[in-house]
């Protein structure tokens, strides 16, 4: 389902080069997450595989299919902002719904995913409130519902908590982990924190303006960093 590959994928912006050639293989259930220093392209990369960006020159592949030209609606990915994007004037349930009513979901299934996905995210309470009567961690949450409600094959997060205090920080890794383990969907995460990333990936991939550095599992990364770089930003010991 959620099988994501980009071939000598590259995006300039005028003449600057931001992705130089890059080939990565996000398998299907994987939780990658793409670690980096600011500015070194890591939503760039995010917004490629979510078509909110053309590709320069490249290939990206979804679910086996040429996705390199299909626009945003037809690539069967959600992304998650760390600013919610929330609808204020509208309730809980009618921003969790607003995806569903563009795509035409038959008004009984809006309504059972509405409710599945509440469960999920402990929002049931709060599905008549609007986003202002909510705390930073519960509009993160009704910003994921919206995205589970169109069942992707694949989560894109670009920097989904840095908007949160660090405590509730903490709670909200381990709910998206979760939420991970029992969906089985693939998730790309985008972050700036290291302890997110070795934390929450099966897989990382460390960039440096716009190069892979290295790939790997989190202890991977730890025990045989490729270089100082790596190293310093994994924050082994080497
Ligand atoms: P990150 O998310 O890792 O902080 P970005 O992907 O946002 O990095 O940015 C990577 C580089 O691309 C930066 O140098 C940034 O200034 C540049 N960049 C991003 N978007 C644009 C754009 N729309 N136009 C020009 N340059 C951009
Ligand atoms: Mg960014």
Redesign the pocket.
Known sequence: MGRITLEKVTKS??D?E?IPPLDLEIEDGEFVVFV??????????L?LIAGL?DVTSGQINIDGQDATDLPPAKRSLAMVFQSYALYPHMSVRKNIAFPMRMAGVPDDEQKRRIEAAAKALNLTDYLDRRPGQLSGGQRQRVAIGRAIVREPAAFLF?EPLSNLDAALRVGMRLEISELHKRLETTMVY?T?DQVEAMTMADKIVV?RA?NIEQVGSPLELYKAPRNLFVAGFIGSPT
Do not use: A, N
């Open positions: 912006f005028g600057v931001v980096g220093p600011s500015g070194c392209g890591k939503s760039t990369l917004r960006e670009d985008v700036h960039l716009g």
